[in-house]
């Protein structure tokens, strides 16, 4: 007979996977719906998506202290609530200012789920199986929008109005379905699931005087760069060279998905403390080092070798996106104390956030004004950002119960070796 907390564990990743189905679904179709039936201009769409970016980047630590208080459970059905009632409404967007507030508090809600769903499989199971517990979510969630995107693809090939305004519709539903299997959760640990008692702001928002905490969510941000040089690095330069053929950029994000949906949950083993996280951030920069040298070697290759060492590096940056989830969530479970876990997994999502800005600049930047050493240089960024990251994982850190929020960063420099 099934336990309940592997019960509530299935639920929830029953969860993850109808969410990301729905959302694969959409979004391969969301600036094609934007474009083509609400009539909006492609400069419209870029002010809106930026503008959404920028709201869900400063209310994702207010969103944090909120679930601290009524409970990740809570919010995250109230979250997934109202993504499916900003859905229903985008069919009846009147114009530019209405598309703005909608967009923006879907993106509010959308970058919101990710560290509710994290906090939520804290207490879904047990501390040494919540870091295993994210790769299965993981696993499932890049299937989900795999699978999406393919009915995505069928959406497409009819080019009709009533079929794009269907897949919003359908992407609400599967949020509806989430939040009722969200809703349905029983958790080991109930009372941390409703929420916390009454704490002070200022203690609340201690996390923002946590050099430590602070300093790993920059450099996990700086490893995290594979993700950019996946959806952005890797088409530029392909587009950028006769020799690789146009294809080839759907080919690295299947072999990508592929390489996840397989691998993900062994990339977590040995991975649960800070300093176990810190050392798999170290070993996702050298990956990904790796990967942007091989990348660099493609330019000055024939065709068929260029292919073969392009997929090869790809495996590489695959392999470098498994260990940085890994160790970005056994250092955000670690180091959060258990009364103001969302603010601190809130926080942290600040830095995925931030690259979503930055990442693109900086992989355009020495992509396409630097060419080979440009991947060279980027390379040597994450391999430095991976091998930073261990060594302030291996400090010693305020226990997550205790009642100063704050560690200041040790002078590592005055250290023997």
Known sequence: MRTPVRTTATALLVAVFVDALGSGLYMSVSVVFFTRYLGLGAGQVGVGLSVAGAASFALLVPTGVLADRVGPRRTLV?????????????????????????VALLAVADRAASPLVQGLFAVAVGEAERVRAMGRARSLQNLGLALGGLGA?????????????????????????????????????????????????????????DRRFAAL????????????????????????????????IAWTLVLNTAVVVLFQVRATRSTRTAEEGGRALRLSGLLLAVCCAGLALTGALPTPAAVAVLLVAVAFQAFAEMHQQAGSWAISYDLAPDDRRQVYLAFFSLGNAARNTYGPLVVTFLVVRQGAPGWLLLGALVLGAGAW?????REPAVPAGAAAPALPLPDVSRRKP
């Open 78 to 102: 109230a979250a997934h609530l109202a993504r499916a009632a900003l859905l229903v409404c985008y069919p009846f967007v009147p114009g530019f200012g209405s598309f703005l507030v909608v």
């Open 153 to 209: 693809g069928a959406a497409l090939v009819r080019d009709a109005d009533a079929v794009y305004v269907a897949v919003v519709l359908a992407n609400a539903l599967s949020f509806v379905l989430a939040a009722v299997l969200v809703a349905r959760l029983r958790t080991t640990e109930g009372e941390r699931a409703r929420g916390g008692g009454p704490l002070p702001l200022r203690r609340r928002l201690g996390v923002f005087r």
């Open 217 to 248: 969510t920059a450099l996990n941000s700086a490893v995290s760069l594979h993700v950019t040089v996946l959806t952005a690095g890797v088409p530029l330069w392909v587009l950028a060279h006769d020799a690789l053929p146009r294809p080839v």
């Open 389 to 393: 990251a261990a060594r302030i994982g």
